[in-house]
């Protein structure tokens, strides 16, 4: 009865209004992307996605991002209505595949030049970084090299503070110690065993940060 009534005007109504039997309104989110000779298209995305959804979603976006959001939704329902198991992840996974299987027969192509006993490595190595450059096209490996750099800056910066801690304390408690010595007049600094404690590991931080950071020194000392 409502189509009836929109076929007075100059226009019919589109393919969503038509499978949804509601009046085509001038302002139809869905007019400009599901036109009437295509019914298929929007009786698909509805399946897979709901009406409500599909308009809710087209009226989040931009005009201008609109057309390609209809045309991945009727391409993803499309495939999920081929596979309902994947959907589009089975293409995916399918596309997926070729490339694992052509990266490594290129490598395996490349790695002839190499000893026997190194080619398989090779591959590998190959193989992996391919894959890292399909995930980031723009810095592929180096990316990964890039982030695991930042992890160990940031990890040695904490390091060297709890080398710092503990020197710290333990310079406190060599200072306690050779205060009470000094008091005692019995060992000498160097034979205290609080100055044995300090490891070497430490004790060359402690030149590194004395020849880094000249007042560290009195710093330290100073408690
Ligand atoms: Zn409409």
């Known amino acids: ?14 393919a969503a209004c038509k499978l949804l039997r509601r009046r085509c309104a001038p302002d139809c989110v869905f007019a400009p992307y599901f036109p009437a000779d295509e019914p298929q298209k ?3 995305v509805h399946r897979v996605f709901g009406a409500s959804n599909v308009n809710k979603m087209l009226q989040e976006l931009p005009f201008h991002q609109r057309g390609d959001a209809v045309s991945s939704m009727v391409y993803e329902a499309n495939a999920r209505i081929r596979d309902p198991v994947y959907g589009c992840v089975g293409a995916i996974s399918s596309l997926q595949q070729q490339i694992d299987v052509l990266q490594t027969q290129l490598a395996v192509a490349q ?4 000893p026997m006993h190194q ?3 090779a591959v590998s190595s190959m193989v992996y970084e391919a894959n890292a450059r399909v995930r980031d096209p723009v810095y592929g490996c180096v990316g990964a090299i890039s982030s695991l750099q930042q992890q160990i800056d940031v990890l040695q910066a904490q390091l060297a503070l709890a080398q ?5 304390m333990r310079m406190r408690q060599y200072s306690d110690k050779t205060r009470v010595d000094h008091h005692q007049g019995t060992s000498s600094p160097e034979n205290s065993p609080s100055s044995k404690i300090v ?4 004790k060359s931080l402690f030149m590194d940060m004395v020849v880094d950071q000249p007042n560290m020194e009195e710093s ?3 408690c």
């Open 1 to 14: 009865m409502k189509e009836n009534g929109r076929k007075q005007g100059a226009v019919s109504p589109c």
């Open 42 to 44: 929007f009786a698909n």
């Open 111 to 114: 790695a002839e030049e190499l």
């Open 119 to 121: 080619r398989g490595d």
């Open 164 to 168: 710092a801690e503990v020197v710290h």
């Open 199 to 202: 490891s070497s590991q430490a």
């Open 220 to 222: 330290l000392w100073s």
